[in-house]
């Protein structure tokens, strides 16, 4: 099994993605070919912004409403590696078949050890076990980078991404009441939580490397 990684130093860089391949939870994860899950390049952009673009205009994932202009992503992605948070792809032979990565939960410094993570799969890709695979990976990459709390926000109508944060160990939180509105309708945001590595149960090491950045 392949790992790549990104230029640049990163505490990930050495992560060993592959064991969430083979048996992510106790399940096949493609049929044939697995993919490489490793952090996203520049290259992967495009892929990934086709895949985002997909999803605004015809799912419930995404808050954002209009296509992304492929720089915002290109910045986006910048941001969280700056950060030394994990952007991850899921690489089939190539072909990206998904993506996720983790920002920072709120930018004040108070939250810096908490992260709120983002997790997209083709179309063509979905139900294959490519979902399962990143977000395993994204929950060690980030206990790895020092995290302790990991925060998903997800439209209380999108039952697939509910199931698959509940399959991963996060539980719900709570729900914000109408607090978006997409395809013409006020949507309910479910926070669903998992706590990382030790959690709340030992204070953090704000001196230790891989530690999450305050945002700006
Ligand atoms: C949500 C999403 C990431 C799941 O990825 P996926 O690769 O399709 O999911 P997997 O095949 O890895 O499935 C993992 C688990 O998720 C749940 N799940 C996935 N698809 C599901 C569906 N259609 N209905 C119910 N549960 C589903 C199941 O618990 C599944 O485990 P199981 O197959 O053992 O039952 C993917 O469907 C997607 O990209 N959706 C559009 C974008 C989006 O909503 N992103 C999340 C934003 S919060």
């Keep these: 099994m392949r790992t790549e990684t990104a230029a640049g130093a990163h505490d990930m860089d050495a992560y060993d993605f592959t064991r969430h391949i083979s048996d992510p939870v106790g399940r096949t994860l493609v049929d044939s070919q697995p993919p490489v899950i490793r952090q996203s390049t520049e290259a992967d952009v495009p892929a990934m912004l086709e895949i985002y673009g997909y999803h605004i205009q015809h799912g419930l994932g995404p808050f954002d409403i209009e296509p992304l202009h492929p720089e915002e992503l290109k910045r986006r992605r910048k941001a969280m590696l700056k950060r ?91 729900v914000l009441r109408s607090v978006g509105f997409k395809f013409g309708r006020w949507t309910d945001s479910v926070f669903l939580q998992r706590a990382l590595g030790p959690a709340d149960g030992a204070l953090p090491d704000d001196h230790r490397g891989g530690t999450v950045l305050a945002g700006d």
């Excluded at 072909?95 to 709120?116: D, L, Q, W």
């Excluded at 060690?140 to 991963?168: F, I, K, W, Y």
């Design 84 to 174: 030394r948070l994990p952007h991850l792809v899921a690489d089939l032979d190539g072909a990206i078949a998904g993506y996720a990565y983790a920002a920072p939960f709120r930018k004040r410094p108070a939250y810096r050890y908490t992260v709120e993570h983002s997790i997209y799969v083709h179309r063509d890709f979905q139900g294959r076990g490519i979902g399962r695979g990143l977000l395993s990976a994204l929950v060690d990459a980030c206990t790895a980078a020092g995290c302790r709390q990991m925060v998903a926000v997800v439209d209380s109508a999108n039952t697939p991404s509910l199931r698959l944060h509940e399959a991963c160990g996060f539980n719900q939180a709570g």
